[in-house]
Nanobody
Framework: VQLVESGGGLVHPGSSLRLSCAAS????????IGWFRQAPGKEREGVSC????????LYTDPVKGRFTISRDNAKNLVYLEMEDLKPEDTGIYYC???????????????????WGKGTLVNVSS
């Protein structure tokens, strides 16, 4: 199983970024793919997730209306479009895979089965 994130960088507040997660080595339709982040000195937190078979999504409140998660099942890719970025969005963003036993994904850190190595997003003026 491999999850590889890309697309992070240094941007100004108000800017946009698109993160990508390339997944391989498992049957994607059985999983939810999630994005988590960890800011310096803070605990890791869930940002968004998507059920690969149905497209059902979930967002944490601070990113609702600004972030959009999407999938390309043919390419085994999941994207996180981030708009109107704020300094508090700064952190390492991780892609996760969670084997599903229901129709919905969740953002419980301890429940994820696989993690990528992360990509850094730095929002600063």
């Amino acid at each position: 199983v491999q999850l590889v994130e890309s697309g992070g960088g240094l941007v100004h507040p108000g800017s946009s970024l698109r993160l990508s997660c390339a997944a391989s080595g498992f049957t994607l339709d059985l999983y939810a793919i999630g994005w988590f982040r960890q800011a310096p000195g803070k605990e890791r937190e869930g940002v968004s997730c998507i059920v690969m078979s149905t497209g059902s999504t979930l967002y944490t409140d601070p990113v609702k209306g600004r972030f959009t998660i999407s999938r390309d099942n043919a390419k085994n890719l999941v994207y996180l479009e981030m708009e109107d970025l704020k300094p508090e969005d700064t952190g390492i963003y991780y892609c996760t895979a969670d084997l599903l036993y229901s129709d919905y994904c969740n953002l419980v850190v301890s429940g994820m089965d696989y993690w990528g190595k992360g990509t850094l997003v730095n929002v600063s003026s």
